[in-house]
């Protein structure tokens, strides 16, 4: 009996580990075929994105068509269209709307900026609805003399910057940049793209402090497409972390977090020096007032001289274009007297209306950007003097306008505890 019921058990048992080992194997199986669909989604999605951030080639192939009718002209045209010398490099677009890529000119490395006609939101499965068309380049029209040029960009720096008084000298470092094969006189088309460039905020920004040094230069246009110099670090600090991750840092842990990768104390006080001069340029400057209305470390990086720059002037606006902002917004609350993350009034409540003077100024802003980034690592015979004059700083309320001493004060009494640490050393 006993022997019958052996080969029965073993019977069942090795049945049993055949089942096991099938089992085992639908199961890597289907892991296998999650894995690769899963991978294979992601690839898709990843891909689409790319597709539909990265329009680079479809910009330039729009400008050049352009350029070659004899619509536009400029100073990197030919290097683009013709000579093949200006080529696009690594897209850096965070918008299909605006292009970003780092280029080559020559032996300059530099970043091709350009705008595209604008993409509509579309849901999966449905058609996407056609873009709508970019900039015409029909403005000045033929005809148009260098005079009634020169009125159009004065009236147009008028309506942003208001009444300047050098406005006039502001026009003519215009015609001399449209001038781009530098013949001594202004093309209709260069007149052209040198309009486009004017109604980007970005460039007539970028324009105006670029002689100080804050912004990178600008190398050269086509149309509305245009290079500046590359700036080799950025952004300021901070670090990028996977997006399944963002969610589930906390926001101290992660305020730690971006101040790891930062360069030695001595020069991020010397990048920080160039924060506080950009502030100190910016307020009562040449072309009238502006603030800073998004102080995210995103749009500034540093050279290797560990000089600062302002790597997106969208994020300055000028106080003339505040004041009509906010002049015709509604309101409810003073969340709702808002202009980017940084620039915000109180509201009217009798009026239901924005305030227009800004409840911050730029002083106050740039020392709450800075706090954490020089406090990390300072000396600690600097750091308790440090660390009260930044939050005197952040403690600044009104615009700067309406405490000039307090502001310069501050603002000199900060950048001169930053020189002394930073003067005797090869940073300086």
């Known amino acids: 009996m006993a022997r019958r019921l052996f080969p029965r058990a073993w019977i069942n048992k090795s049945f049993y580990f055949q089942a096991r080992i099938s089992f085992v194997r639908v199961k890597y199986l289907f892991l296998t075929w999650l894995t690769v669909f899963v991978g294979g989604w992601v690839i898709y ?27 536009i002209d400029g100073s990197a045209c030919s290097s683009l269209c013709d000579k093949d ?20 000119w020559g032996d300059v490395d530099g970043v091709i900026r350009c705008r595209v006609g604008e993409v509509l939101h579309y849901e999966l499965g449905e058609e996407p609805e056609p873009r709508r068309e970019a900039a015409v380049f029909d403005k000045p029209t033929r005809g148009t003399s260098v005079k009634k040029f020169r009125e159009m960009v004065f009236n147009h720096f008028k309506s942003k910057l208001g009444e300047q008084a050098n406005l006039a000298s502001l026009v003519s470092k215009i015609l001399t940049v449209a001038d781009g094969n530098k013949d001594g006189h202004v093309s209709l088309p260069e007149a052209r793209s040198a309009w486009a460039l004017l109604q980007l905020d970005e460039v007539l920004l970028g324009l105006l402090l670029q002689d100080r040094g804050h912004t990178p230069r600008l190398l050269g246009f086509c149309g509305d497409l245009y290079v500046t110099e590359r700036v080799p670090y950025g952004p300021l600090y901070g670090l990028s ?21 930062t360069p030695s104390w001595p020069r991020k006080a010397k990048i920080s020096m160039g924060l ?6 910016i307020f009562h400057g040449n072309y009238g007032s502006f603030l800073m209305c998004d102080l995210s470390a995103d749009h500034f990086g540093y050279t290797d001289r560990h000089d600062l720059r302002l790597t997106d002037p969208r994020a300055i606006v000028s106080e003339d274009a505040f004041r009509r902002t906010m002049h015709a917004l509604h309101c409810e609350k003073d969340d709702d007297c808002v202009l980017g993350p940084d620039c915000r009034t109180s509201c009217d409540m009798a009026q239901r209306r924005c305030r227009e003077e800004v409840t911050q100024p730029n002083l106050a802003k740039a020392c709450g950007a800075l706090r954490d980034y020089l406090l990390r690592g300072a000396p600690s015979e600097l750091r308790e003097e440090l660390e009260r004059q930044l939050y005197a700083c952040m403690a600044l309320r009104g615009s700067a306008g309406q405490m000039d001493m307090e502001h310069s004060l501050i603002l000199n009494n900060l950048k001169a505890l930053l020189w002394r640490q930073i003067s005797h050393t090869k940073d300086s």
């Open 45 to 71: 999605v990843q891909y689409s994105n790319y597709t539909e951030l990265c329009r680079g080639h479809e910009c330039q192939n729009a400008i050049c068509d352009k350029y070659r009718r004899g619509i």
């Open 85 to 104: 010398t200006l080529y696009l490099g690594r897209c850096l677009s965070t918008s299909p709307n605006h292009q970003v890529y780092t280029g080559g």
């Open 241 to 261: 972390l996977p997006w399944p991750l963002e969610a589930w840092v906390p926001s101290e842990a992660r305020r730690s977090m971006d101040q790891w990768f």
């Open 276 to 281: 506080l001069e950009l502030v100190e340029d």
